[in-house]
């Protein structure tokens, strides 16, 4: 399987577990042909690759959103980061997944990764 790009970000918690609550988690992900799978920590990867905490398949993703503000999601808040989005199809519904780094210079590298693997219909102009 071919590793496109792999790191850690921060990712926006959909707010299913206990609580409800939406807060940022950092994971390691890791993207490949298939999909972007994310993990608590690099040594979870290592330890079971096929363990992820989550899977978002290529083939689900609807738009790429390579910079993205409050306007986007609410839950955007902090001019500290760098935010950008992609757009899911999840069943029948439409999520959006909202990832962040701490300079704009990783996003834009994320954001590479992601616009090569895709359709150009599916992105977003920055």
Known sequence: MTIFKEGYLEKLGSGKGVFGKQNWKLRYV??????????????????????????????????????????FHPQINSSRHFHFGLQIRDGNTLRKF?????????????????ANLFPCEKKKAE
């Not at 290592?46 to 910079?67: F, H, K, R, W």
């Open 30 to 71: 890791v993207v490949n042909e298939k999909g972007i799978y994310y993990y608590k920590t690099i040594e979870d990867y290592i330890a079971n690759p096929t363990d992820s905490q989550g899977c978002l398949m290529l083939d689900d993703i609807v738009e790429l959103y390579p910079q993205v503000g409050a306007e």
């Open 98 to 114: 909202v990832m962040r780094t701490e300079c704009d210079f990783t996003r834009k590298t994320w954001i590479a990764v992601f």
